[in-house]
Each structure stands twice: as C-alpha cells, then as structure tokens.
C-alpha cells in the first residue's frame, strides 16, 4: 500500500490507487443507498478546532488550581496588625488585602482567585499556624472550609524520603488527553486523505 507525502491535505495516495478506490466507489450499490463525495463544512472543522482548545485551556492543571494555605500566610500575618484594630471585619479585609497586594506578593494570582472574608480567615488561623510551627510546607495544604487537609496530589519525592504534595503545573492526565487528542485527528485525517479528493463525485451509473 503507496503513500503520497507531497501533498498530504490533498491525498496520500497515487493516482492509481485514487482511480481504482474511484471504481470501487462506483461499483458498489450499497443496497441502493448512494454516497456522495462531499468535504466536512468548514464550520464543522472550526467548531471542532474551537471546542478541543477551549477544554484544554480551561483543564489547564495550573488553572484549576484550588487553593492552598500557603496563599493565605501573608493575610494571617497581618490579622494581629496594630492598623486593623478597631476596624470593621470588610475595612479591616480590604486594609489586610490591599497591604499584601502592594508589597507584591508572590501569590497574588491565586489570592485574587480565591478571596476570603475575615471569618473565613479567622477559621484556618490556628491551622495555619501550627502548621508553620511544625515546619509544615503550606503548599501541600488545601484549604476546605474551616480546615485545612493534606493534599491528594503524589509528585516528586523529597529529600526524607516522602512525595511532595504541591500541585504540577503539568500532571499525567493531562498528557494522555493531549495523546489521544493528537492520534485522534491524525487517524481521521489519515481516513479521509485516502479517499478520493472531494472535488471528484460519483456518478452512481446516474442515480
């Protein structure tokens, strides 16, 4: 079986395989059912393009991050802070928030998609000081609700033996979807290319 690589989103066959899939084409009564030689609608093509970049961009690992204590160290820092005293619980917030946003914190992104109220922060306070007290990596803490549990997340293994429990920014399922996304459109180009081009149509012996 030939293939043509010089023009591949044309055909990737020779002539004559062309010709002889041509009358085979024509040959064949299908029960009286014809088929016809059209090309998938553009739009089609781009709806499809349009919907595998979309899920891939919003199951992006970095994207769907939730969120850890670690983000929230620098706000419990500030809670005992002489300028929050007196202050409302939403002044007091806003002060803590728009504080560590101007010394340029390095989680900033995460802290702004996962915003919390003073009550909140007052609930895994404790937590998160006992944590830094036993030395704990925040990172590998996910925050849910009032508590703060170890993250399910296995990575690379630490020094004491131990796997890192920090969120990739790449993990394994996201490396079989993008796999099989890319066999998935090769086989179907692949599919299609070995027909006769589309600009060819069967005369079906004038059906």
Known sequence: MAWKFDNPLHTLCTDDQNEAAKGVWEGESLGGITEDNNRL?????????????????????LWGQRPNAAIYEEYIAL?????????????????IVNQVKANGSKWAAMQERHPLEMDDLRLIKDAVIELQRNGSDLREFTVLGDRL???????????????????PWWDKGYTID??????????????VKRLPDYGWEPTHHGH
């Open 149 to 167: 549990v170890l993250a399910n997340f296995e990575g690379n293994l630490k020094a004491d033996g131990t796997k890192a429990r920090i969120q």
């Open 178 to 191: 993008v796999f099989f996304i890319v066999i998935f459109c090769i086989g179907v180009m692949i599919v």
């Open 79 to 95: 809670m005992d802070s002489p300028a929050i005293q007196g202050k409302g619980d939403a002044e007091a917030m806003e002060y």
């Open 41 to 61: 609608p553009p739009p089609i093509i781009g709806i499809l393009v349009l919907t595998i970049v979309t899920a891939f961009l919003i199951t992006f690992p």
